[in-house]
């Protein structure tokens, strides 16, 4: 090395002219000069996630086609659980009347889904408006700041306190029931606002709209506000603004939030019990209860079928909307 | 000039429209919040709803005898070493992550992707996959061990896309300039490329230590025989559910929002300095 250095910048007999690399050696070693070697740094990161993510993930594949003994599992290699998943009361059973039922776990698995839509949709119509506020009507960049900041505070403290902070509004003499007889909608308390799905999606959509808030103010606030004012200009109407300017540019900073919220809901299982009861089984508290019952090859399938519908989903979003400008 | 004024009445209206509302939205967020802190002062008969009967801090008083909910010092106090641990995991790696990802190298695309997969594979799967493993090969999970290493893989992509961030920005001829000047790679570090880049290391921390803290679903199955305070929160509220619980939430809440106001400071002080 020091050869070719010595070499490489006293070429010349007129002072020290620097020459450009010549041989590939010399650029790798000019390369490799400037800044840390990438290997050490990425050295710690990559075994931390291959110990902890890749490994835990393999293994849930591999357990998943191990049998079960009752208090453990052994190594094998059948689909009876698999079979088990999709058979379960239902699906497929020849003779049977509506031998089309899914099995419970497929049911839950759609219900988990569904509410993951529900929220999603109902975190949007809220959540947009509020992006679309800070970004937009919102001029001075300290108050932008602070009233963002203010939105997604609680994205910091325990979901699982906010949704404990539910009890008190939804139960039978909760602030809700209050409300609507004070504004005379109802004369009697109404039982079906703790532990139902209005309950769960309601807590849901404050738990996880401040999700969606975040990635599509950053792509609203990166707009130039000069095309809007153009489009001003030139007659646009605020419809038509939105649906051809602002609507089609923000539409990442959408696929983002609806992203985040997708993956949250489809993992959650915390709400469901507090604030749902535990009446709903959700497909984390079916895996849960796999797992308390040391049938950790079932509980390995369920959790593959909710990652695989995760990523299906994931997918659908990618592909709908190109996010990757935004990356 | 009649129409300009009516064009500004109109866009007046439209403020006070989206203004009304933001604290509706705000209500909505925080509300149950609020509603929990105030009846955690319910009074000694009250319930876990209105009406208030009468003010007390009896259930305040009820959260720090000990025999109440368990451990509970115990737990708070595991939750924040675990959370500073994870808060430093958290900022040295997304700081080495990013520093290496400024320059293309072979595997960089799957490198992002595992990092980014932290935050997609849904809490419960890694607790499962990691707490049957352990079983498996034998070894006793632990909030210090398995729980610390599920932990900075959820918090690392958040990190990792601060710290992006802060490079994406960064300007790279402070640091060829210190290196022309013959300072070598530890001085650069030290001296340019660190001072500017820490209000971007601090944010990094937060995420680390405040999702850490927080953190249940990663925690379930791999804390081990001693419970971090997600989890003690979990526990009391199988049991039937009384007043010392908001007590208790309304204390987490209010020691979350300490610990954000802190690294918001501290964010703002290295901020200023750095330019």
Not at chain 2, 8 to 37: E, Q
Not at chain 2, 94 to 99: A, G, I, P
Request: proline share 5%; glycine share 8%; aromatic share 14%.
């Amino acid at each position: 090395m020091v050869d070719q250095v010595v070499n490489g910048h006293h070429g010349g007999l007129i002072g020290s002219q620097p020459t450009p690399p010549t041989t590939a050696g010399e650029a790798k070693q000019f390369r490799r000069e400037a800044g840390f070697p990438t290997g050490w740094l990425i050295a710690p990161a990559a075994i931390w996630l291959i110990v902890f993510l890749v490994i835990p993930l393999i293994s849930i594949v591999v357990f998943s086609f191990w049998t079960s003994s009752g208090y453990g599992m052994e190594p094998d290699l059948t689909l009876h659980h698999y079979g088990e998943y999709f058979h379960n009361q239902g699906f497929f059973i020849p003779g049977d009347d509506n031998f089309l039922r899914p099995s419970v776990f497929i049911r839950s698995l759609g219900s988990t889904f569904y509410f993951a839509l529900v929220v999603m949709v109902l975190c949007l119509v809220i959540g947009y408006p509020i992006a679309y506020f800070l970004a937009m009507q919102v001029k001075s960049f300290k108050w932008q700041l602070a009233l963002f900041l203010l939105c997604m505070v609680p994205f910091w403290t325990s979901y699982l306190i906010r949704a404990v902070a539910w009890i008190p509004m939804l139960g039978r003499r909760g602030l809700f029931n209050k409300m609507l007889m004070g504004l005379d909608i109802i004369d009697k308390p109404i039982g079906i606002l703790l532990y139902s799905e209005f309950g769960y999606t309601m807590a849901l959509v404050q738990l996880y709209v401040v999700l969606c808030v975040g990635p599509i103010f950053f792509s609203l606030a990166k707009i130039d506000q000069a095309i809007l004012e153009a489009a001003r200009d030139m007659g646009a109407s605020i419809f038509q603004i939105f649906r051809e300017i602002i609507g089609p540019l923000s539409l990442p900073g959408v696929a983002i939030g609806m992203i985040f919220i997708f993956v949250m809901i489809m993992g959650e299982f915390a709400t469901a019990v507090v604030v749902y009861g535990g009446k709903t089984s959700t497909t984390g508290t079916v895996i849960l209860n796999y797992y308390a019952i040391a049938n950790y090859p079932f509980a390995a399938v369920n959790a593959l079928m909710l990652m695989l519908s995760m990523m299906i989903g994931v997918v659908v979003i990618l592909k709908i909307v190109d996010i990757r400008k935004e990356l | 000039m009649r129409r300009w004024t009516r064009e500004r009445r109109r866009r007046a209206w439209i403020k006070t429209g989206y203004s009304v509302y933001f604290v509706l939205f705000l209500i909505f967020i925080y509300g149950p919040m609020i509603a929990m802190f105030v009846l955690s002062f319910q009074g000694r008969r009250g319930g876990t709803s209105f009406p208030m009967r009468g003010v007390s801090l009896y259930w305040w008083e009820k959260l720090i005898e000990p025999s109440t909910v368990g451990d509970l010092q115990g737990a708070l106090l595991r939750s924040l070493v675990l959370a500073l641990i994870v808060m430093a995991f958290t900022a040295l790696f997304s700081t080495m992550l990013s520093m290496a990802f400024r320059k293309r190298f072979p595997g960089s695309g799957v490198l992002f992707y595992t990092v980014m997969a932290g935050l997609m594979v849904p809490g419960i799967l890694l607790s499962l996959g990691l707490a049957t493993l352990l079983k498996e090969v034998g070894i006793p999970p632990a909030w210090w061990s398995s729980a610390l290493g599920v932990h900075v893989v959820w918090t690392l992509p958040f990190g990792f896309l601060v710290m992006m961030a802060v490079f994406n920005r960064f300007d790279s001829r402070l640091e060829e300039a210190a290196r022309d000047m013959g300072a070598d790679e530890w001085t650069v570090f030290k001296e340019v490329t660190l001072p500017l880049i820490l209000p971007g290391v601090v944010a990094a921390g937060l995420f680390g230590f405040t999702l850490s803290y927080d953190e249940f679903a990663r925690t379930t199955l791999l804390a081990g025989e001693f419970n971090t305070l997600p989890l003690d929160i979990n526990a009391s509220m199988t049991q039937r559910i009384r007043p010392t619980l908001f007590a208790l939430g309304t204390a987490s809440t209010i020691f979350s929002l300490l610990m954000i106001a802190l690294f918001v400071i501290i964010y703002t002080i290295l901020y200023r300095r750095a330019r």
